[in-house]
């Protein structure tokens, strides 16, 4: 079983910073990818960030210049650098996660519960 658990998320003004961080545990095998999605209300999940074991990043157009997404493959960690934040940037983070376990034969996505991220005067 293989546990995703964010953390960091919380209310910032316009044009400050936050740092998310997502820390996968459990009978892991392989990561392949760590990626951070947003769903905001009313709207449905989109991609901001992810990055794959073979060093390829993708961003959202939206976040591209303002969101830094770094991994620590020693502790199974993902973090997510949002910079210049806007009131748009407002969601409930997520993080994802491409696993394989020790007794699974291919790999899975795994989801935490998600943080929340506000951004407002």
């Known amino acids: 079983q293989v546990h995703v658990v964010e953390s960091g998320g919380g209310l910032v003004q316009p044009g400050g910073s936050l740092r998310l961080s997502c820390v996968t545990s459990?009978?892991?095998?392989?990561?392949?990818?760590m990626g951070w999605y947003r769903q905001a209300p009313g709207k449905e999940r989109e991609l901001v960030a992810a990055k794959f074991s073979g060093g390829t990043t993708n961003y959202a157009d939206s976040v591209k210049g303002r969101f830094t997404i770094s991994r620590d493959n020693a502790r199974n960690t993902v973090y997510l650098q949002m910079n210049s934040l806007k009131p748009e940037d407002t969601a409930v983070y997520c993080c994802?996660?491409?696993?394989?376990?020790?007794?699974?034969?291919?790999?899975?996505?795994?989801w935490g519960q998600g943080t929340r991220v506000t951004v407002s005067s």
């Open positions: 459990g009978s892991i095998a392989n990561i392949r990818s």
């Open positions: 994802n996660v491409d696993v394989l376990t020790l007794y699974s034969g291919s790999y899975y996505s795994a």
